[in-house]
Every structure is written in C-alpha cells, then in structure tokens.
C-alpha cells in the first residue's frame, strides 16, 4: 500500500446499487445503447492559476461601464443592461436540479442547444453578445461560466443590491451534450419523460421543458394564481429552494428590469431554426423593428416597479397594498394590473404606479406560506437583503460543489447549502499503522458481522471493498457532490439507501481499529480498508491520501438522492456513469471488484460470481461471458441471473447489462483475455473513484 498525504490520487467513480426488483427489459437495449454520452473530453482543464489570478475588480468596473453604454443593436431599457444581465445568470444556474445535479451555469451550456433554443432563453443571445468582449479580454481567467454568473451579480450590486460575493471556479464545456436530458431531445424522453407539458415531474427541474421553472401566466396557461402556487413551490423545491428563499429570489428578481411583449406576432424563429439571426423581433417596423419598445421576449408587456433599475422592496409593498386583475398583455398573454388599494381605496392617473405582475408574482400572495414572506420582506427591507443576498449566491453556486472548489478573491465563507465539513483532526494518524490493523482485522472474526468464508477462515477483505466502494460512489461528477468525504455513509438518508443495507453492520467489524487511533476519521478509516483489502487481494499501488474528516452526526440530512434506477439496465448504467463523470471503460473495470457472497445475499440476491472474493482478477469477466444466462427471481425477490449449468454463479442484471451493450462487452473481452490491462485499468479507476471529492487537496486533476 503506497501511503502518501499529497497529490497521487485522481478522479471518479462508478455505483453498485442494489437493482431494483424489475422487469427490466434488454429489449431496449439498441434504444438504450450510446443514447447517454461518457463524460469525456468536452471540457478544456481550467486554468487554476489564471483564475486565481483574475482582477475581479477590474472585471466588474469593465462589465459597470457595459451596462451603462447602450448599443443599437439592442438598445437598453433604462440606459441599463443590468435587469437582462440578471435574467441571463439566472436563466443559466436555474436549470439546476437536485434530483441528479444535473443544470446549472457550470458548463455555460445556456450557449449550446438544446438549452439557446429554449423559449425562456429567448433574446438571451444578444446578452451574451454584448458581454463578448469581456471575455475575450480576459480569456482562460474567467469562463463563460464565471462571467455569465459575475454579471449577473454586478449587476445587482450596481442597482444598488446586496451581494455576499461571488465563487468562480466553472468549467466550459465544448458542447451542450450534457444538457441533453433536460430536454427537449430523445435523451431526455429516455430517462426523464414528462407525460404532461406544464405539468412535468421531478426528475425534471421544471414544470414545463423549455422554461427554466414554471409558466408564467399559471398551470397551463391559467391565470389562476391560486393553482400557481403549488407549482411555483415544487418547481424551486426541485432545486433545493425553500419558501423564503423562493419568495426573496422571485421578488428580489422582479426588482429590476420589465417583461417584453410589445405585440402578439412572437419573436420569430429560435436559434436551431435560424441560427444565423436568432429570434430577429417581428414587432414594429423600420431600424427599430424587434428590439427597444417592439421587443417581444415572453409576450408579458411591462415592470413589476416603479424604478426597475434600482434594488427595493417596492414589488412586495406593491403586492401587498394592491388588489390585482388579470388582463391579456400587447403579447396576448395573461398578466395582471393594480385595480384598486388593498383598502378599497381607488386609482387614479396619479396613484396608479402601472405596473404589471406575472400569474406567478401574484401567486406569492395566495399561498400563506409564502405570503407570509411576501409580507416580512415588505414591511423589512433589511430581511429581504439578508434572504435575497444569501439565495442568489446559493443559486449561482449550487452546481459549483464544495465551497474549497470555489476560487478567486472574492469568495464568501462557506454556506449551509455547501455542506462544509469540519476540519481533519490533527495530527494526522499514521497510516502504514492503521493499514497494519486493518490488513490484521481481515481474517480476524468478528461479532458485528459474520464474514465470508475463504479455505475455512473467516475473510472480510470483500465487505471492506463493498464500504468504500459504496462509499464513494454516490460522487455526482454533475454538481460536484457526495463521495466518501464525510462518511456521509454513516448518516440518513444515505445509511437507509436499500442499496447501503448492511454498511453499518460492516463498518462496526472496523470500529475497533478506530478505536486506537483518536484522531482517525470513518472516512478514511472506510477507503483505507478498500485499498488495504484491494492489495491484501492482489491489487498494485492503490494510493491514498489521508485527511478526510466525518460530518457530524446531527448535520441537517442532505437532500441528496441515490443514483437513479431504471427497468433498462443499460440506460442504467450510461445515465449513472453520467451523472458520476465515469468513462465506460471505469464503469466497466470497477464491476469487476471481488464481490462478497454474503453481501450479495444481504442485498436480497442469490449469491455472488464468485465462491472466493479473496482475489483481484479477471475472473468476473471470464464468468460474464463464458456462461449462458438464465433470467431468474431470488427469494427475496430480486430480479438475477443464475448461470446455465452452474450450481451457485449469480450475477445481477447490472453485470448483464455489461454484456448487452456492445461497447461495454468490448471492454469486458479485453479484459477477460488481458488480465494486467483489467489490473491496471481498475486500480486507476479505484484510485480515482476514491480522490473523486478531494477538493481538499486542491489537485488539479481534480481541480480541473
Ligand atoms: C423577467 C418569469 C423568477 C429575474 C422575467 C420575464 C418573465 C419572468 C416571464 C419576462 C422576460 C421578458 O419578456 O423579457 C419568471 C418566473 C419566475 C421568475 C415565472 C419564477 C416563478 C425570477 C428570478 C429572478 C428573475 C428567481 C432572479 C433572481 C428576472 C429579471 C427579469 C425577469 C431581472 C427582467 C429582465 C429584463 O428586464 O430584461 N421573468 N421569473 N426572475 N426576471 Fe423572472
């Protein structure tokens, strides 16, 4: 076991979920195949230094002046970009969503299909147009990412709103493939399909594909506020947010800027039908035909306050002392009007302050839960900024991961939102001593866990590679987050996972090797012991690198959900390795980890492949293919394969899908006939599963 502090270990990873009892279908399998990419190649590494190095000052004086020099090739309303500049940052983070950290800014995707062409991104081009020559004046330093997420930001803070600061650290990708399952594309119907346009589910981040959350004029185009607030909820629930920041995020937003809809012809075609000249503006005639007052964007016409370029908490108060109606826009849609004070009293030219609210906005004030909100961030303008600052940095940065990925010089302390972690106890325990017990505690028995058995002795070597494994692998390369930092493992709701079952029965075989060590975290007690048991097996040099800590055990439960399950085992497999940032050659050597028998029955199946999980080989690969399958049920009902001919050999549908994929079949030959390039390959897979959420480190494999 090679031991070392720093550097050495990479990055990502791979899940063993236990599959759901399913009649899962190999029938889809051509469907299925290549339909989700591998995570490769389609980022540039960040330049961390550059980044670092970034006069963020200088940055933001440059983007002030943009905001203030109005071009005639879309003229500022209010001599003020700043409103569109917030709009374009929210639009890019807001696609985030919880259920599988896929979206977000990080990837500036926003500039690629299918996400340009949505409907809500409309007119978005021309912001991204006029902040070009920021950044090609500031090149590698500062990503479409960062500079879409530093805009929007200056700009509140340049109408005079509350910022906390701004965490750069995004990666551009080179196309939009990954943000191919929000839709709308084949991908998404595949593993996210919505049965009711309006009315999509989660795993979906909105109600409706093409809008970042919700419709604006109501469900379905009802002007029907009160119907609207559920769906406002769960929409912004699907991103992690509560009431109160919802309520901040939306009013706050509505602060700046107006709704577009001079008349009702539409903005013309979106980019992927004319890219060359993208949603030209069919309002108006002559110079000014499309853009300034004849704009049409959404189809909504007008401000939500009286002075849209200036940070208040006039929307609340105009919510709040207003009775509302609904009227059909210049654009044709449902948007609302004051009618009279909330007092009965009525309007006239002088006290009319004409401005508008979306089916939404007025939702706000129909819902006690959030009405209450709307009332405190009316009444206490201090309350709104300290709730508005702190959701709009979470929703810049929620996609961005742990707070020690976050670079530049402006970065605030860490927010609950990224689930910081205590520092490492110090020193450090020596770790050649630990592995020492460890490599003892493999074939000692023990009481907290019968063991597997290996030439009559008890052997526990499996059981510790299933727990770092299962450890490790709830990483989301998508935003950043999980891995086995923190041992989280140890917490709900990851300890009550079905597929986690039997951890904390695996973990007590450990704990008295804990014990000696007071400064010793679980976390690194639980990947030390995979690598241990992985050599002890056979395996080279697995690295590691010390210096993880735990969460507590009363840190808030994290919203975070297991890897996805789906009846189509190889859809399965492409949408996990996408959502962990795997290769398939990974995914596919990292299935063939010595699996413990009794684990596998824990897990409700028949048994494993193998009688002796004591060595690192390529046995499993040679047992995939050198059988025929037979589709079977175990007791407990699991759905499994029993080999043709052979007493006690049982893989799970997710090995076969290994097999019915053509592209993960080659791999599984290569390494069924080539036993050092199966070695090789799943220790640098292993290693880099394990390093995967080592933002600690501040590795720049990792890093980038
Ligand atoms: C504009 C809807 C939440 C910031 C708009 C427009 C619509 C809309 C329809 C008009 C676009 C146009 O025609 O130009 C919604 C809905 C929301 C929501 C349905 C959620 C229920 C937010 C949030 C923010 C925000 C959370 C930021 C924190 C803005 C800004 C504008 C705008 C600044 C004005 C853009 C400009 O003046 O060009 N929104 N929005 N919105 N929204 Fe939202």
């Keep these: 076991m090679r031991l070392t502090r720093q550097g050495g270990a990479l990055l990502l990873l791979l899940p063993a979920l236990a599959s759901a009892g399913c009649p899962f279908g190999f029938d889809g399998a051509d469907s299925a195949q290549n339909l989700l990419a591998e995570p490769v190649a389609r980022r540039a590494a960040l330049d961390v230094e550059a980044v670092r190095s970034l006069d963020i000052d200088a940055v933001k004086d440059d983007l002030k002046k943009l905001f203030r020099n109005s071009q005639d090739f879309w003229p ?15 639009h890019c983070t807001g696609s985030y969503r919880l259920s599988d950290g896929r979206g977000g800014c990080d990837g500036a995707r926003q500039r690629f299909d299918p996400e340009r062409s949505w409907d809500d991104n409309t007119n978005l081009d021309k912001a991204r147009s006029l902040l070009w020559p920021i950044k090609a004046k500031y090149g590698k330093a500062l990503t479409w990412g960062d500079l879409i997420v530093l805009a929007g930001t200056t700009a509140i803070e340049d109408m005079g709103g509350p910022v906390l600061g701004v965490c750069l650290g995004r990666i551009d990708d080179a196309d939009g493939t990954d943000s191919l399952p929000l ?48 769906q406002v909820r769960d929409s912004f629930a699907r991103m992690g947010m509560n009431d109160a920041e919802t309520v901040a995020l939306v009013g706050g937003g509505h602060a700046f800027g107006k709704a577009h809809g001079a008349c009702p012809t539409g903005p013309g075609p979106a980019p992927k039908d004319q890219p060359l000249d993208p949603w030209p503006g069919t309002c108006g005639a002559g110079p000014m035909k499309g853009k300034g007052d004849n704009t049409f964007t959404s189809g909504f016409e007008g401000p939500w306050t009286t002075n849209p370029t200036q940070w208040d908490n006039e929307y609340f108060k105009l919510l709040v002392d207003h009775e509302w109606e609904s009227y059909i826009s210049p654009g044709g849609h449902n948007q609302w009007r004051p009618v009279r004070k909330a007092n009965g009293e009525e309007l006239d030219a002088a006290s009319n302050p004409s401005v508008m609210m979306l089916t939404t906005d007025v939702s706000l004030t129909k819902d006690p839960g959030f009405l209450k909100w709307v009332k405190i961030y009316a009444e206490n303008q201090t309350a709104l900024d300290e709730a508005f600052s702190h959701a709009w940095y979470k929703l810049m940065t929620r996609d961005v991961g742990p707070h020690s990925r976050c670079l530049g010089s402006q970065v605030p302390p860490p927010q609950p939102f990224q689930a910081p972690l205590p520092p490492p106890l110090k020193p450090l325990p020596d770790y050649k001593k630990v592995a020492r017990d460890i490599a003892r505690a493999l074939n000692a028995p023990s009481k907290a866990l019968p063991a597997d058995t290996v030439g009559g002795k008890p052997y526990y070597g499996a059981l510790f590679v299933h727990l770092a494994f299962q450890c490790a692998a709830n990483y989301r390369q998508t935003d950043y987050s999980g891995g086995c930092n923190g041992a989280r493992i140890r917490l709900a709701p990851q300890k009550d996972w079905p597929l986690n079952r039997g951890a904390d029965s695996i973990l007590k075989v450990l704990t008295p090797v804990r014990a000696a060590y007071p400064t010793l975290s679980y976390a690194d007690l639980i990947v030390l012991a995979g690598g241990v048991a992985l050599e002890e097996a056979g395996a080279d040099h697995i690295a590691f690198v010390g ?23 190889i859809l399965e497999a492409r949408d996990n390795m996408q959502v962990m940032g795997l290769t398939a050659r990974e995914w596919v050597a990292l299935a063939g980890r010595p699996r413990s028998p009794s684990q596998q029955k824990r897990l409700g199946y ?13 046995s499993y690969f040679k047992v995939l293919l050198g059988h025929q399958w037979e589709a079977a049920s175990s007791d407990a009902g699991q759905d499994e394969f029993r080999a043709a001919g052979a007493d006690g050999v049982w893989m799970t549908p997710r090995d076969l899908a290994i097999r019915s994929d053509p592209e993960m079949m080659a791999i599984a030959q290569e390494f069924a006939a080539d036993a050092k390039a199966f070695h090789a390959s799943f220790v640098a897979a292993w290693s880099r599963l394990m390093a995967a959420d080592r933002f600690d480190l501040d590795l720049p494999a990792v890093k980038g």
């Design 547 to 569: 210096g993880r800590s735990d969460a507590p055990s009363d840190e808030a439960p994290l919203p975070f959900q297991p890897p996805r399950e789906f009846d189509d085992k």
């Design 183 to 230: 839709g709308p594309s084949k991908e998404q119907e595949a593993v996210a399909p919505c049965e009711t346009q309006g009315s999509c589910q989660s795993p979906l981040g909105s109600t409706t594909i093409g809008l970042i959350y919700v419709n604006p004029e109501g469900p379905h185009g009802e002007p029907d506020p009160v119907r609207s607030a559920p």
């Design 76 to 90: 500022a309303d209010f001599g003020h970009y700043g409103p569109l500049m917030v709009r374009l940052a929210w």
């Design 606 to 618: 028949s048994g494993s492949w193998t009688a002796d999980p004591s060595v690192l080989d390529n």
